[in-house]
């Protein structure tokens, strides 16, 4: 029983997301720009994706909505690893998962070195977040474009077809 009601309950949070009155362009520069939002490696994601959705003029439930999609510690984790590791990789200077650790446990105030490899590794990690957030973001653009117009437009029919019938009903008993 309580999974279907989390499915009805899905169901009802989609239909309501695309059925507001944002246009399929405003509903999918939401969900890309809180895609991207959602790879930087940054603090305050929710802020950040919802001051961009904003000033874009995207919707700006879908920004925030997308930009917190791995809100889950672990897999948040994750994604920041490997991240780290595809930027490192891309920068030609990879580092394997003890490399980093050894270099994080290595951390003190009077380890100058130490400090030159955590930007190092900051760059990887921003890098990394490139290569993953622009292109996810792009195909969530054209994804969620095709839906939102497509469900629109379905119910767009919808209602012409069921206003048509009211007015020839209304016409009859006249």
């Known amino acids: 029983m309580p999974f279907s009601n989390t499915v009805i309950r899905i169901r009802i949070a989609f239909r309501r997301f695309f059925r507001g009155e944002s246009s399929p362009h405003a509903i999918a520069l939401g969900v890309a720009v809180g895609t991207y939002v959602s790879c930087l490696p940054t603090v305050g994601q929710t802020l950040l994706a919802f001051f961009t ?3 874009l003029r995207a919707n700006k439930t879908a920004a925030v909505f997308m930009a917190n999609w791995h809100v889950p510690f672990l897999i948040c984790l994750a994604h920041w690893a490997f991240q780290t ?6 920068l030609g200077q990879p580092m394997g998962y003890h490399d980093i650790r050894a270099l994080i ?3 003190s105030l009077t380890n100058p070195q130490a400090w030159k490899g955590l930007g190092h590794i900051l760059l990887g990690w921003i890098v990394g ?6 292109p996810a973001a792009v195909i969530g653009y054209h994804l969620t474009y095709r839906a ?10 919808v209602r012409q077809r069921l206003f048509h ?8 008993q006249a």
């Not at 977040?129 to 622009?134: T, V």
């Not at 019938?165 to 009859?172: Q, S």
């Open 129 to 134: 977040a490139q290569i993953l957030g622009i």
């Open 165 to 172: 019938r009211r007015r020839k009903f209304d016409g009859a």
């Open 105 to 107: 446990v290595g951390l």
């Open 148 to 157: 939102a117009a497509a469900y629109q437009a379905r119910r767009h029919a």
């Open 85 to 90: 590791e595809l930027g490192l990789c891309v």
């Open 53 to 55: 959705a904003w000033f």
